[in-house]
């Protein structure tokens, strides 16, 4: 198995995939401070009053508050019955970070449809004008799908909050950055290969071929543990990826390519990468043992 090398240059920000300071925290000279002016007696006055009149407001909004919440709960009690469980209203649309929308309600039965069980191995490459819809940045240069990076989110956070140190070192990939990659992983592979097309075979065995990668549809990350960033079967030892392994899919991830299916997937053990499918499915795959095309067979 070959060793690959996935050092991280951390920069100084939080402990946050994401990440937008402030205007406040912009660089650039500081503002000068306006000098106070003293306020007159009158005006003093005048002030003294103001936390008078604004309680007197906040009791007489909160009472309104709740006189309609009150009709509106009568309402609902009197609709008929039949109408209960409709799922009536509009989704309420979520802010979980700057940039990020989630669309709310109850979600239904994962279809094979779904944006986030799209399929793509050697048998099933991406269309030649697949594109992201919208992508959300994460540190270091990386980006995924802006669809399922609050998931993402969710999961390094719990997974620091266990005192662990999970680093992310691939996302999102080009499709000339995935060239790239094959194609150094063919050259190194020539000196032990018969020939161009053995050594695309055993290249493609741990680099997928271009238009074959996950990481270009962007649902695809690389965890690593910061204490150990080689991509080899040791990862799996490292506590960041036994975490990952025994949470991922309540955060609506899987191991993508686990040890004992790389006949099904085409691809070798990699104990580091990630796959978004949504948490129904990945439940399922997670703890039936299965893959995803498993899964999508299955299913």
């Known amino acids: 198995m070959s060793i ?4 991280v240059h951390e920069f100084p920000l939080p402990n946050r995939e994401y990440y937008a300071a402030s205007p406040a925290q912009w ?3 500081a503002a000068p401070r306006p000098r106070r002016r003293l306020a007159s007696p009158r005006r003093r006055g005048r002030r003294s009053l103001l936390p008078v009149l604004l309680l007197l407001g906040l009791t007489l909004f909160a009472g309104g508050f709740l006189l309609g919440r009150a009709e509106a709960a009568g309402n609902r009690a009197a609709r008929p019955a039949a109408a209960a469980g409709t799922g009536g209203g509009e989704p309420v649309r979520v802010l979980a970070v700057p940039g990020a929308v989630i669309s709310g309600g109850e979600e239904g039965a994962a279809s094979k449809d779904d944006w986030n069980l799209i399929l793509v191995n050697r ?3 991406l269309p030649e004008d697949f594109q992201v819809p919208a992508f959300t940045q994460l540190v270091n240069g990386h980006s995924i799908d802006k669809r399922a990076y609050p998931a993402l989110q969710r999961m390094m956070d719990a997974c620091r909050a266990e005192g662990l140190s999970p680093t992310i070192c691939s996302s999102y990939r080009t499709r000339e950055k995935q060239e790239e990659l094959f194609e150094r992983k063919v050259q ?4 032990q ?3 161009r097309e053995e050594a ?3 290249a493609a065995r741990w680099v997928a071929r271009p238009g074959t990668s996950e990481h270009q549809a962007g649902l695809a990350v690389d965890i690593v543990d910061k204490s ?3 991509l080899d079967g040791g990862q799996e030892e490292t506590a960041v990826q036994k975490w990952l392994i025994e949470h991922c899919a309540e955060y609506g991830f899987i191991l993508r390519y686990p040890n004992e299916k790389s006949e099904i997937t085409g691809i070798g053990y990699e104990p580091w ?3 978004y499918v949504g948490e129904e499915a990945a439940g399922e795959i997670m703890s039936r043992g299965l893959c995803l095309e498993e899964y999508l067979e299955v299913s």
């Open 4 to 7: 690959h090398s996935c050092t």
């Open 27 to 29: 660089d650039g000279p």
């Open 123 to 125: 048998d099933h490459p």
């Open 188 to 191: 190194s592979c020539l000196s």
């Open 193 to 195: 290969a018969g020939s």
């Open 200 to 202: 695309e075979a055993e």
């Open 228 to 230: 150990y960033q080689s």
């Open 273 to 275: 990468h990630y796959r």
